[in-house]
Structures are given as C-alpha cells and as structure tokens.
C-alpha cells in the first residue's frame, strides 16, 4: 500500500512538470509573436479601417499655434490644411497640412516656395523598412536616424550645423520619419510633448537656411513633380487620390515615400491582391516577414517566389 502511495506522488510530481513545460513553452511562442507582431505593425502603414478619426489637443494646439486667424484654415476630417500667406513665420511654406494619423501620431506635409535641390529622408533607427542603396551616415546622427539621399556630401554639409543635429537628437525619440524633396516636406511624428511639430517646421527653415548659404537663393524652376500614375495628371502633394481620375497617390505602400516618375527606374511593382504600388526591394523585404500583403492583409506569399527571380 506504502509503495502504492510512493508512485502516485511520482507520478503526480511527473505530471506537473510536463504541465509547467508545456505552459512555459506556450507563454515563450506567445511573447515570441508579439515580438514579430509589434516589429511589423512599426512599419505598418497606417491604412487600416480602424485608424484613428478624431482630433487630438495636440493637433489643435499646433493649428492655432500655425495659425490663429481661421480664414485660412480648410477643415479635413482628420486634421487642418493651412493656407500660409506671405510674412508669416512659416513662409517657407505655402501650404501646411496636418493630420491625425493614430491617436498618438500626427503628419505633418508642408509644400515649400523654395525647392529643395537633392531629396532628404530621415527614418528613426526603430522602423525597419529595407535597405535601399541611397542609405548614407553622419556620425552624430548614426544611433537614432538612418538616412538616405542621392547627395549624402551635400547633407554632411548641411549637418555641420549643431543646431540641426541637436534638433534631431533631442527629438529622436518622437520623430518617426522626416522627408523633404523639391517643394514637398512630410514628417510622421509621435508626440506626448506640445511643441513638436512647431520643432519639425523650424528644422525644415534651419536647413533651407544651410542651404541658401550653400547654393544662393533656391527658387522653385525645373523641377520633378509628382504625376497620376493611372492618367499622368500633375498630382497635388496634398491629396491622396488624383483630382481627375480618382486613382490613388502614387506612393510606396511599405516606406510610404511618393513615386516620381524618375523613380520608375526603381522597379515599381503593384502587388495582385489590391493593386497598390510599391518599391520591389522594399515589398520583398516586407512578405520575407509577413507573407500577408501591407494594404490589404491577404496572403500573398506565393508572390515573393515570382518577385526573386523576376
Ligand atoms: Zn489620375
Ligand atoms: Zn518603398
Ligand atoms: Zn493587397
């Protein structure tokens, strides 16, 4: 009876190990997805439905610290779009544009009366997007930003200016992406701190100041614009969707950077579930991670094998 006892411990110690294996193993799978998940969702565009639609005091304050006469201020559903008239402040810009992209990111889209002569684009260390062969470092932006131009020489020039590289360092961990090219600026920031997306359009004036001193005046001539895919329409940076025939921006789905028509070059392909655009590299990059295409989530795994060898 004893030696009955002594095994039914046995037995009992037996079964709760395995038990504990097996919830350890099932907790370490779950942490290990959510890893996955939350890497992904960084560089997830953020086109999905349940976006967010209202209105933060964040944007509301940046609209009237932009703007406070409201004459020149178009209401959107997600944000404000501000005519700047000659003399004010920001009169780089000749239009501003801010919306609420999550609850706690804003965009900001500035169209500028000078040109900016070699594109600029600044992505937080933190999102992953794929490697293209613009990609070029400055030492003290190296930890927080990757940078890519087709002028890296031009912008180590421009980053000698402390004030520029303290802007950007001590905003590191808010600025998600900061792009300027011809007469077009975007930033995507992540703001818990007012003053921010003020910060972003100073950046932009401190750096066309750099480059004044570099080039002389810049002044809007020939330059690339942004064109309708579909009907070749000049497109206006400012919309999402063309104003004659109702085709979508031409823009990267994965890095979400406009296509130039110059850009084409850079193998565009449109994906076979949804047809949106995207850079090749950098959709191969995205389905090496998530076999589920970025807009519209369907498995589209058995693409990538297509897209290696074309
Ligand atoms: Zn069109
Ligand atoms: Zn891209
Ligand atoms: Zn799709």
Redesign the pocket.
């Known amino acids: 009876m004893e030696s009955f006892a002594i095994l039914v411990i046995i037995f009992s110690v037996i079964v709760i190990f395995i038990l504990v294996g097996i919830a350890r193993s099932v907790r370490k799978k779950e942490k290990y997805t959510k890893n996955i998940k939350s890497r992904i969702s960084e560089i997830t565009p953020k086109s999905d439905p349940t976006r967010y639609k209202g209105k933060s005091k964040i944007l509301e304050w940046l609209k009237s610290e932009i703007m406070e006469n409201n004459a020149n201020v178009l209401r959107l559903s997600k944000g404000y779009q501000i005519k700047i008239p000659r003399g004010h402040k920001y009169d780089l810009f000749s239009a501003i544009k801010i919306t609420q992209e999550s609850k706690k990111t804003i965009k900001i889209v500035g169209i500028l009366t000078k040109v900016i002569p070699s594109y600029l684009d600044i992505r937080n260390s933190k999102i992953l997007?794929?490697s293209t062969k613009d990609s070029f470092s400055v030492f003290d932006l190296d930890r927080d930003f990757k940078l890519y131009s087709t002028a890296p020489d031009m912008w180590r020039e421009i980053f000698t200016n402390s004030e520029i590289i303290n802007l950007l360092q001590n905003n590191s961990l808010h600025i998600q992406h900061y792009y300027l090219r011809g007469e077009y600026m975007e930033a995507l920031i992540s703001h818990n701190q007012v003053g921010l997306g003020t910060t972003i359009l100073s950046l932009t004036i401190l750096i066309h100041e750099e480059l004044k001193k570099l080039f002389g005046i810049l002044d809007s001539t020939e330059i690339e614009k942004l064109v309708c895919y579909n009907c070749q329409d000049p497109f206006d940076p400012l919309e999402e969707v063309c104003d004659k025939c109702g085709s979508s921006r031409p823009r990267?789905i994965?890095?979400l950077?406009d296509l130039y028509p110059s850009d084409i070059e850079r193998d565009v392909v449109t994906t076979p579930c949804c047809g949106v655009y995207?850079?090749k590299d950098?959709i191969i990059t995205w389905l090496k991670q998530d076999p589920r295409c970025p807009n519209c989530h369907k498995n589209i795994s058995h693409w990538l094998g297509q897209l290696q060898i074309s």
Request: glycine fraction near 12%.
């Open positions: 997007y794929g990267c994965v890095c950077l995207a850079h950098h």
